[in-house]
């Protein structure tokens, strides 16, 4: 079983290598055929350009990375340097994000699940809050925290940009942990009453682990949310120190260094696939309560 | 007898759904008393209230009108003491559980301790004839065994009473029987009482010391038969006797007995 298992991983990881791979091939192929100009159909553009300050060789991307940093940036080292701190700030951020959002997404859930009057009442505002657009939200999350103090704690700007991923990252968690929590049918549920279970020791006993197939999936998209969440929150209220940052900053140098926008792009992809690797971990780790093909 | 409280009494109880012009009258009018390890049987066509009947006594449904006693104790307060067992035709086992932890399941919820628990489960477990199979995921099990589990655990707080909502019902015959007669064994090495709801006729007879006809619009009991077959086995199935009872319960179902008018009295 467990090699089996290994072999659909493997199988899969290849996959993604080979996809990276032909998107690689198709990049440099549209440079080779495409003329550097694009191509025009009376004044409109049909085909975007394909010269070099617009779609740079992979291997100026990739040389990128090795560059030195221009003198007075953080970090002084080089690119990939500072790429990798940037990340690694981001993901701290959107990590503390993921974290308050699942919380939150579970609490929201397990509450309409106990009572129908709540599930009515909050879940239109779940399903809202998702509408309303992230860039005109963020900045008022920032200016809220500006002078908030809590418990003699100041409010720091990052909490913010993580408040906003959060925001992101609950949503799915809510929605899919509501389905989970309300899927066992009647013969189950009327089972733990006949057997005088109280409702905490059915969310404990049946709800919850019934829901796990549910979750992993909504936790995925809650791990890519608040990555996505924190990314965009950066950037609109301008926190430093992040990859968001890194986005902007390199992109003002696009004029001199057209392949240098994609390094912290990539990376930011990188942190993407990272974080929703990580949840696959938990899709491993939760495998009996998975529906299990009948086999043994 | 008189010592020990009936198993089940239930006096005038009612049940309506709905309300204005739209409610159904699911039950009306129903009394019914199982005495302490008696087997009882309700029988009757879809919609004549017997698994209604069954979820009052069980308390899954509040009666709109009359009382429910099981061992002497209202309904809502046996189900909370698990003063029965229960078994729907769905076994509705707990996929990630193992056989094992899905009999000890009634048990944990009552803060059993974990040897205790084992112990307990274990020796259902070789009651029901599936020793071998605790490891097992509930999945690897064929439905007869499933079932086989699903009984298991409704006996695992010692019960004095079995509720049982046609449990065989999605079992091959051949399977069905065997059941039947497995569960007979396992009821008088229990001595609990069961209240069975099904649609065979056969199987009825078979099980029962007393069947309880049912009709429909509105549910109600409309016959109270008693069987006496003596000792069950597989011989039994092919007598006179086990025949003349099952005509008896036919005729009953068709509405077209003479001791109707007493039952109903």
Redesign the interface.
């Known amino acids: 079983m467990s090699g089996r298992l290994r072999g659909v991983h493997v199988r899969r990881g290849a996959m993604v290598v080979l996809a990276l791979v032909a998107l690689g091939v198709l990049w440099e192929l549209y440079k080779l055929v495409v003329p550097d100009d694009g191509v025009r159909i009376g004044d409109g553009l049909v085909l975007p350009r394909s010269d070099d300050a617009s779609m740079p060789h992979l291997s100026e991307i990739v040389a990128v990375f090795g560059e030195r940093e221009v003198a007075g940036s953080a970090g002084g080292g080089t690119v990939a340097a500072s790429v990798l701190s940037s990340l690694w700030y981001s993901l701290g951020l959107a990590a503390a994000g993921f974290v308050v959002g699942v919380a939150v997404g579970l609490a929201l859930a397990v509450a309409m699940a106990r009572l129908a009057i709540i599930r009515r009442a909050v879940l239109p505002y779940v399903v809202l809050s998702q509408t309303v657009p992230l860039i005109a939200l963020a900045p008022l999350v920032y200016g809220w925290g500006g002078n908030l103090t809590l418990l003699g704690w100041e409010w720091q700007p990052w909490m913010s940009v993580s408040i906003i991923a959060a925001y992101l990252a609950f949503f799915p968690v809510a929605v899919g942990a509501l389905r989970g929590l309300t899927s066992p049918p009647p013969v189950q549920t009327e089972l733990l009453a006949c057997f005088g279970a109280s409702w905490w020791q059915t969310l404990l006993r049946l709800r919850l682990p019934a829901s796990v197939p549910y979750l992993i999936p909504a936790l995925k998209l809650a791990a890519a949310a608040a990555v996505v969440g924190a990314i965009v929150a950066e950037i609109s209220t301008g926190l430093a120190g992040g990859i968001g940052r890194l986005i902007i900053s390199y992109a003002q140098q696009a004029t001199g260094d057209p392949a240098k926008v994609y390094a912290p792009i990539l990376g930011a992809a990188l942190m993407g696939l990272a974080a929703v690797g990580l949840m696959s971990l938990l899709d491993v780790a939760l495998r009996r309560y998975q529906p299990t093909e009948v086999a043994s | 007898m008189s010592d020990a409280p009936p198993a089940v009494a239930l006096t005038a109880v009612a049940k309506r759904f709905g309300t204005g012009d739209g409610a159904t009258l699911a039950l009306t009018g129903i009394d019914l008393t199982v005495a302490a390890g008696e087997f009882v049987s309700l029988i009757g066509p879809s919609g004549c209230g017997k698994s209604t009947l069954l979820r009052v006594v069980?308390d899954?449904v509040e009666p709109t009108d009359g009382t429910a006693l099981v061992n002497g104790k209202s309904a809502r307060r046996a189900?909370?003491?698990?003063d029965?067992g229960?078994a729907?035709q769905?076994a509705?086992l707990?996929?990630?559980r193992t056989v094992l932890a899905n009999v000890e399941?009634?048990l944990?919820?009552?803060g059993a301790g974990r040897d205790e628990r084992r112990r307990r489960a274990l020796e259902l477990l070789e009651l029901v004839g599936l020793s071998d199979f605790a490891g097992h995921?509930p999945?690897?099990l064929s439905g007869g065994m499933q079932q086989r589990v699903a009984i298991a655990r409704a006996l695992a707080r010692r019960p004095a009473l079995l509720l049982m909502d046609e449990p065989f019902g999605a079992l091959d015959e051949m399977t069905r029987e065997r059941m039947q007669t497995e569960l007979l064994r396992i009821c008088s090495e229990t001595s609990a009482a069961v209240v069975f709801v099904t649609h065979s006729i056969p199987e009825a007879v078979y099980l029962s010391q007393r069947v309880v006809v049912m009709s429909p619009r509105p549910g109600r009991i409309t016959h109270l038969i008693d069987v006496t077959l003596g000792h069950r086995d597989e011989d039994v199935r092919e007598s006179g006797r086990f025949f003349a009872a099952i005509t008896e319960v036919r005729e009953a179902l068709r509405g077209r007995s003479a001791v109707a008018q007493e039952a109903t009295s």
């Open positions: 069980a899954l189900r909370l003491d698990q029965y229960i729907f769905q509705g707990l996929e990630w399941l009634p944990a919820l009552h995921r999945s690897q």
